[in-house]
């Protein structure tokens, strides 16, 4: 899905006014330079700075845009003479300038004379921030810890990126469609993948056909129960789950975040079963409740309620599901949030901390099965976030002698034994909250145990 | 292939064995940190220094190693507890140092007491450049223009690297292997490819299906006259060439390197053919004149002439080829040098600028056809080096007035025209010199026209 250009100079010139509503001070956003590999020559695939990225659509590197009272300056270099042999014809400042809107266009070396008083985000790369404490003549505070005016500047982009725009959201529909995609074959390719590293390159390999990038580091695992595995060397038996958190990310960089399990044989045993149908049963109460207004902290809630019920309906946790919440037993099993916000970055804006996680004033819970949730606050049309719960027998927890102690009486760990079949499952979808509800953007790719056993077995 | 680790251990230890016998000081080497793409929990694909890779031998994320008379210090830091639920158990210092046969083994923190007097190599990433001037207390220069004992260090870990011992040599056979696979994969792939981001797909989804990674941005374009080309968008038409840059990586950083050009139609046209035809006959004379004590000028001079006498019989160039090459004639259409060092990065050692690219006292000839050669040394045996000749049309060069005007006499420009559908052709294979001449790793991988035609159309 391609937006057209005037469409495009739309969108920005919205996003800028929008945010000249808020703020009465000039802003500067850099985009970032790319980071050696292992040479100068040898570049990591460079990733724009998602605030620039915001307000100037496009990726471009070493370019950095003014923002005052509606207008957009754009700042960047010609391409070098000489670069014409080694990357061919490239867009000058002027059809740049005129792509995005902006109102006017200089050398980055004019940048110094428009700096003062201009508030800013730190980026991500060492390089680039160096330049924004030299060219602001100033410190800059990190990202997640903005002082003065960026502070204030964070606040406002965060209350604009909190929720999407038409441009936003076909950008967002495109990478939620191609991670579909990538999770079809990445079904479709494990009945005759030996190891994890096949599946894997089964389904970035949709991704990269896509023309689109990784989102995040790519989760493609028999165990499951390391949450941010990221070793893909094991073999894969008829008996394991394989967990699959691959999501595509657009040319312009709005992120989808797709997690499905299944069962390497096609057929789900017994045990895989019951467990697979509790971790859906929360993942479709949590998406039945999604509406404006409503505390994402509740869905949180609610997750963990319908899965420690379910522990509760198996035979795992002894008690009732509200006191077991109460005394984080769901999190023994499911210790993670449910989820979090989804834009430009797979946790959007997870750059300024919890600054637009959690609503004003708010501060994250240190209970134990609160303190992962990545966002706390009331839900509003516009806003897409994930919903993953999960269920994970996690050696760390599940053997730690205090755990043990302390949630002794309420675990029949005779019975747990009978799930060891079971390291980890987590199902996760994109959800665009609307004025009426909710739309699933990654609806597309089923979720029910039937259809993922005939997705894999259709080989 | 996996090296076992004993054999690990013993590589290892020769390496230092073998740099304590050229300097007589102390050396801190870092393994450097993953940058963040987004956000500082989203990660680009750490890559270690690999100047810490060859004497440490593992891909360990903020480490450094003191080496000093031929004995290994390990400095890491234990994973924090707390990181078993998110990665899993993780092995300790001490598992480490065993693996690489350290003879001790302390956490980070203690490296600044070792640190007096040390040589070092400046990594890429920012932030431990400024931990290696923190910890050494002095300003530590470029890697691209070392000083003093970081000089002697480069000088002396260069002459190492120049040349693979068995343990190398086995890592890059196994790189080389799969990029083979990769490029058959690629042909295969093409004719039910749209764009050029398919046929790329496929083929990185091949290096990733290894478990390896990408040793460099892939080229997969059917605008091969862009050298550098990194973009993936256009479409792939019957008529197009379409040439492919790709090389796999093993988990332990050892490089390769192959390009292919192929019809995407299957079928060469005969101007396609007739300058394909011309870029082998290139590459197979510089393999075959690859012997111990030959210069490597000499060969990419070889390759300059079999290309401009090819012109010549073709009508494109007019005269004596051995004028044209010395006039640069030839570098209308091959402007980039013969090959480079291949080793734990793709340009062997380009971190250190040319120190192990040139020959010490050599410098890099302002000559258009011989300014972008990467390797002036005479060649020894077991040094690997890539072979790849070509012929492009960059409009850069052959609408550059300057050119036209110094060319005038000696380009049938007319004539030229007839090529229109040869945009640009490589063929790069990697050679390693032996006693006895040489041997092509990636020789499985065919290179004449008839064979490609073959892969590309035994869908
Ligand atoms: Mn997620
Ligand atoms: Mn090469």
């Known amino acids: 899905m391609i937006i057209a250009n005037n469409d495009v100079a739309e969108t920005l010139l919205k996003r800028r006014q929008r945010l000249a509503e808020l703020i009465d001070f000039p802003v500067i956003l850099w985009s970032g330079c790319a980071t050696p590999r292992n040479f100068p020559a040898n570049l990591f695939p460079f990733r724009v700075s998602s ?61 110094g004379l428009k700096s003062v008083d201009a508030a800013t985000i730190a980026v991500q790369d060492a390089c680039t921030y160096l330049k924004q404490c030299d060219i602001l003549d100033r410190a800059v505070s990190e990202a997640s810890t903005p002082e003065g005016i960026d502070l204030k500047l964070a606040q406002a982009i965060a209350s604009l990126r909190l929720t999407h725009d038409a441009g936003a959201l076909a950008e967002l529909r495109s990478s939620a469609a191609c991670s579909v995609a990538v999770h079809k074959v990445g079904m479709a390719a494990t009945r005759n993948a030996k190891t994890e590293a096949e599946v894997r390159g089964a389904m970035e390999g949709v991704i990269i056909a896509h023309n689109m990038t990784c989102a995040y580091g790519s989760i493609v695992t028999v165990h499951g129960e390391v949450l941010h595995n990221q070793h893909y060397h094991h073999p894969i038996q008829p008996g394991d789950l394989l967990l699959a958190d691959v999501g595509a990310e657009t ?57 420690a019920q379910g522990l509760v309906d198996l035979g795992i946790l ?65 806003m897409l976030v994930t919903i993953e719960p999960g269920f994970y027998q996690v050696p760390g927890i599940l053997n730690d002698s205090e755990c043990r102690e302390k949630y002794q009486d309420v675990v029949n760990w005779e019975r747990l034994e009978q799930f060891s079949d079971v390291r980890g499952i987590r199902i996760e979808d994109d959800v665009l909250v609307t004025e009426t509800g909710s739309e699933v953007l990654t609806a597309e790719l089923p979720t029910d145990a039937d259809s993922i056993e005939q997705m894999v077995k259709n080989t």
Chains 1, 2 share one sequence.
């Open 318 to 382: 002894k008690g009732n599901a509200d006191d077991l919440v109460a005394m984080d037993a769901h999190a023994l099993f499911f210790p993670h949030g449910v989820g979090h916000l989804l834009g430009l970055d797979v946790h959007d804006m997870e750059d300024l901390g919890d600054l637009a996680g959690y609503e004003q004033g708010r501060k994250r819970s240190d209970r134990f099965g609160l303190c992962y949730l990545r966002l706390n606050r009331p839900l509003r049309a516009g």
């Open 251 to 307: 040319a312009t960089g709005w992120a989808s975040d797709i997690t499905r399990t299944w069962a390497v044989s096609g057929k789900f045993s017994s045990t895989q079963r019951d467990i697979y149908d509790l971790v859906l049963a929360a993942h479709d109460a949590c998406i039945a409740k999604i509406y404006p207004g409503v505390e994402y902290q509740d869905i949180h809630l609610l997750a963990a309620k319908v899965i």
């Open 51 to 111: 605030h620039f990225l915001y307000f100037a659509g496009l990726p471009l590197e070493n370019a950095a845009i003014r923002l005052e009272g509606g207008k957009l300056e754009l700042f960047i270099d010609n391409p070098h003479p000489s670069s014409i042999l080694w990357h061919g014809e490239m867009p000058t400042r002027e059809e740049i300038a005129e792509t995005m809107g902006a109102d006017a266009a200089f050398p980055m070396a004019e940048l």
